[in-house]
């Protein structure tokens, strides 16, 4: 039998016909992700299985360093076939890794191979992969088809002028590419040079001479009806913890008139001016009923040698452990208390936290749809399927599994689909294995819709978004870019 068979991960009778019934034909709701829209837009061609599977993925690259391999196979100048060598040689090495069953994974889903990958294996593997790389099936948009993706939400700066995505709308694609709203420089007073850097591009995106305080807010609304205008419903931010020291408009405005100066701004200043922003975001997502996700807890860039060699995104990222709760639980407060807290997911990245974000979200709970305030699947860290399930068991306890929107890819890699595979079996695991025990009725037609649900058509109502398959509408003609 190959490793990758149609049971995997599957340990019980009940297990294997909660997911080949009900699990495994849904289709991808994909509703955050970092793949690139210029790719899917040009419905790129990936000209060897370096491109698509090896070229900016930080999570192989880790692996391979653990594994002594030189940086000239991971980022530096080695030649592509030389790279998945390199790689090749790491994955026997990655047994209890979830990498290694990402990579036999991905191998049998796209390429049909269920040889394991090693040295020997492969010049084999290497060559048949190129081979299915070089038919349309496999394109950008091949995989999307292939994978029956029926919205993908990019993850997109506010001052990106979203060609791609109109670009992608305009081609009659069956799946829907739309953008996500990303303000995280908006908040960074504290690295004054980037952030007037920032600013510029702001003002020009939105024609708007950013002259104080005022008119950055007004450039900012501006793009974020822009984005609306795209089809966009989702904010997204990626924060060490929620900012809480509120402040007034004219102690936030001080402070930006100081980073605008390129002067120093204090610590105390920046939580001051980023629990400002954050507020503001917060109040602009819920007026046009966005969705806003919060990325919390992820220590980035902890080796600064390397960042300063590589830069950011390239395999120094760590787990954080700042205190989350009161910070949290301030913010949407604030927002809950001006009738402005949009729906929430809130990822969080350091299991010690579980518990904490899923108690949390039943304090916001408000009745208004199912699952407004919603604690996001395992993230980053946390993708693989012991911290899939640990997130699952603390929802489970603390709040309503069967309302949970799912997995994402929150993934730069095209191979990244069979994420969703992953989880499926994950979950379906669980559950049957609670069915057996006898910890939940074994009635089929009780939790068969739960996991069908679970899989595609919880994100599917909770977003609402308002085009094509998702809203049940007509589809309408993008706006174009001034």
Avoid at 421 to 439: A, K, P, Q, V
Wanted: glycine share 6%.
């Amino acid at each position: 039998m190959p490793f990758i068979h149609e049971d995997f991960l599957l340990s019980t009778k009940t297990a294997r016909k909660l997911y080949h019934q009900y699990a495994e034909t849904e289709p991808i709701f994909d509703y955050h992700c970092h793949i690139s829209p210029r790719d899917v837009a040009a419905n790129r061609q990936f000209k060897n299985l370096f491109e698509i599977w090896l070229e900016g993925d930080h999570y192989k690259w880790r692996a391979m360093r653990t594994n002594g391999v030189a940086e000239c196979f991971c980022t530096g100048q080695a030649g592509p076939f030389d790279k998945f060598k390199a790689w090749a040689a790491t994955v026997p090495h990655a047994l209890r890794n979830p990498l290694y069953h990402w990579t036999h994974l991905e191998l049998k889903r796209y390429f049909g191979i269920t040889d394991l990958l090693d040295e020997k294996t492969a010049d084999k593997i290497w060559k048949k992969a190129n081979e299915k790389l070089a038919t349309p099936e496999l394109t950008a948009q091949g995989i999307l088809k292939k994978f029956k993706v029926k919205v993908v939400c990019t993850t997109d700066d506010p001052v990106d002028n979203l060609e791609h995505h109109r670009a992608f709308a305009s081609q009659g694609h069956p799946t829907k590419m739309l953008p996500a709203f990303r303000p995280d420089w908006a908040l960074t007073v504290n690295q004054p040079a980037g952030f007037n850097k920032w600013v510029e591009q702001l003002a020009a995106a939105s024609n708007i001479d950013i002259n104080g305080f005022s008119a950055f807010l007004t450039a900012l609304r501006k793009r974020h009806d822009f984005f609306h205008a795209q089809g966009c419903r989702l904010s997204d931010h990626g924060l060490n913890y929620c900012f809480s020291d509120f402040c007034s408009d004219k102690a936030a405005a001080a402070i930006f008139d100081k980073a605008r100066r390129g002067e120093f701004v204090s610590p105390p200043e920046h939580g001051q001016f980023a629990s400002f922003m954050m507020l503001f975001f917060g109040q602009l997502d819920a007026k046009k009923s966005w969705t806003k996700q919060l990325h919390i807890g992820a220590l980035r860039s902890a080796n600064t040698r390397r960042l300063k060699q590589l830069g950011p995104d390239t395999g120094f990222d760590s787990i954080g452990d700042w205190p989350q709760c009161s910070a949290l639980a301030a913010y949407l407060d604030r927002l809950d208390q001006e009738n402005s807290l949009p729906k929430t997911i809130i990822y969080n990245v350091n299991p010690a936290d579980n518990y904490a974000c899923a108690a949390m979200i039943g304090n916001f709970q408000d009745g208004t749809i199912p699952g407004k305030i919603q604690f996001g699947s395992g993230w980053w860290f946390l993708d693989q399927k012991e911290a899939m399930e640990w997130q699952m068991n603390a929802l489970s306890n603390l709040g309503l599994l069967s309302r949970f929107i799912g997995m994402i890819t929150d993934s730069r890699s095209f191979m990244s689909y069979p994420r969703h595979e992953y989880f499926r079996r994950t979950l379906c695991n669980l559950i049957g294995r609670d069915m057996e025990s006898g910890l939940i009725p074994n009635e089929e037609k009780l939790v068969g819709p739960m996991i069908r649900n679970i899989c595609y058509a919880n994100a599917k109502q909770y977003m609402a978004f308002p085009t094509g398959e998702t809203a049940g509408g007509s589809r309408r003609s993008p706006v174009r870019a001034k």
